[in-house]
Each structure stands twice: as C-alpha cells, then as structure tokens.
C-alpha cells in the first residue's frame, strides 16, 4: 500500500549553476533529499509527536530527526517543548541545539544539516522518523526547495523606497505585470515576500512561481509515509492550554530573562517563536502577565489550525485519528503495521 520512501541527499543543479552551487546572477542551488525508507510524525503543537516518534523509534530501530524549525535553538527549551532528556536517551535525537538564539538558521541549512544526519544514520542501519510540526521543513524535505539568487539589500532598499513614495498596493501591481501567479497568492501588504518575487525576476529573468512549480508535485515515494496525528478540535485546545499553563510554571519568563541576559537576546526569527515573542511584549511592559498566557493560548490555537491547513494541503501526508485515553506505544504499532516497517526482534 505505502511505496517506500529512503534517504541520501542529492543536490539539484538548475540552469546556469554550477558545481559549487552559485552561478549566474548569484543563483543558489535546488535542494531535494532523496527519501527511502524513512517515515515523518507530524502533527500540530500538543498532538503528543514526540511520544509517538520515540515509541515507534524504540519499536523499529529508528533514529529521530526533529522538524521543528524552533528547537534548533540552544536555551529554548521549554516554550519549544523539546524532547525530555528521558526521551533523548532512550532514542538518538538530530537537529535539536544547533544554533544560538541570536543567530539565523534558514531552510536550507536545515535540509543541508538533514541530508548528513540520514546519510548517518543509513550507515548504522537504522530507520530515520522525522518528527515535529513544522509544515515548511515538511514540504521542502518532501519535496525540495529553491532556494534563489542570494540577497541583494541595495535592490531591496530601493524597492522599498519605491513602495513608500507610491500609492498603497505599487508593489503588488508591479508584480503582477511580471508574476502575475506569485502576486496572486500574496497579500498586498505583505512587502517582504512581494519584493522577494520581484527579486528573483530581476536576477534570473524568469518569475519565481516558475522557479517554484516544480516544488509542488507530490513525492510519490512519500504518499501516505507522513503521518499527521489528528485531535478532535476542542481536546486539541484543552491540549494545547495545559501546555501553556505548564510552560510557564516551569520558568519561561525566566528562560527569555536568561537569554536576554547573554548580552545577545534573540535573533529576528527566534523573537517572533511562539510563546517567547508573547513574554518579550510582557517584559517589555506591554501586558501584564494574566494578558501575556491568554494571547499565548489563543495564538498557538491559531497556529494549530495554519498547521492542519498546511498539511491537508500536502497530498503526502494520512490524518490518523487519535483521541483519548492517548497510547502512543500503540499507535505506533499502528503505524508500524500500515507502513509495513519490521519490528525489532
């Protein structure tokens, strides 16, 4: 029923670019790992991944690899609700702890950083489960990813100015004169990602939804291997609430105190993670602490539905109905029967 999915990583040249993955105009390489045998646990926030990976890692002799684009951050623990160290060693865990919170980790590192981790862990003869909730981590290991020609600030700084001196919506107009599909799916206040559209047209002379088709077919070695843990709403929220109530009664405001105090404090996108962007505004004197835990349930809600949007949009992915009383040994052992994967003797 499941076509088996495997793992090495390869890199896709596109025209123009050469070995060293640059070429004209500065254009970047195509990312695409090759996928067998591997199997994903996703879900939203609060869906119980973590516990389901490591029972079904401990069942077929997997290793997890995290796809959580927040728990690469070393210090954020507990508003990023890592993996215990339980669980850590009772399975090898990849891709949590890579960088300080000051600093930028994008897409593409991620998939370079993935590509070793899965060469490794074929070499040890075990079974890579990617586990966590980000979809865009999802869909780029599923599918690849363009990455585009590298940043031009002086363009961006023009059109900027451009956009300041001009009516509302100059941005969006000019782009869909040339990318008239990109432009259709932004919004017209979204400046950053209009100017990145218009970006890629100026350097590579083809628009970036052209650049970006080929990264929305469905890996058909994949159908069916991403399994999405699926919670009634309304026990998805208690879920989710519970986890907020506990993540601040184990030290969060402490834990963004501590990493403001480095002298560094948060890069652009740390800041803006769930939870920590909340407690920034309340130490900042924003809101009060009451005001702070409310606008943090409420907006992970939120972010639980973008979530299971995301995924229902990613052909790949099998919604598995899951309700109380939770066992994730057994489901595991659900998942371990669909997918045909051999339990450890």
Known sequence: ?????????????????????????????????EIRDCVFIVGPTAAGKSEVGVALAELVGGE??????????????????????????????????????????????????????????????????????TPLYLKAVLRGLFEGP????????????????????????????VDPVSASKLHPHDWRRLIRALEVYHKTGRPLSEW?????????EAMGRAIVLDWPRDILYR???????????????????????????FGRTASQALGYREVLAYLSGAM??????????????????????WFRHLEECYFLSVDKPFYPTGIAQQIALDLHLTPLS
């Open 288 to 309: 009060s602490l009451e005001e702070t835990i409310t606008a943090v349930k409420t907006r992970t809600h939120q972010f639980a539905k973008r979530q299971l949007t």
């Open 64 to 133: 997890i690899i995290s796809l959580d684009s927040m728990a690469v951050y070393r210090g954020m623990d507990i508003g990023t609700a890592k993996p215990t160290q339980e669980q850590r060693q009772r399975v090898p865990h990849h891709l949590i702890d890579v960088v300080d919170p000051w600093e930028e980790y994008s897409v593409a590192k991620y998939l370079a950083d993935a590509a070793q981790c899965l060469q490794q862990i074929r070499e040890r003869g075990k079974v890579p489960v990617f586990v966590g909730g």
């Open 1 to 33: 029923m499941f076509a088996q999915c495997g793992l090495t990583a390869t890199w896709c040249m596109s025209i123009g670019v050469r070995k060293d993955g640059t070429g004209c105009c500065g254009m970047k390489q195509e990312w695409r790992l």
């Open 212 to 220: 970006q088709s080929q990264f929305e077919k469905p890996c058909s």
């Open 239 to 265: 879920r989710i609430d519970a986890r907020v109530d506990a993540m601040f009664d184990r030290g969060l405001v402490a834990e963004v105190e501590r990493i403001l105090s480095s002298g560094k404090g």
């Open 150 to 177: 590298e940043a031009d600030w002086e363009f961006r700084h023009q059109w900027r100015l451009l956009a300041e001196a001009n009516p509302p919506g100059f941005l969006h107009a000019e782009l869909t004169k």
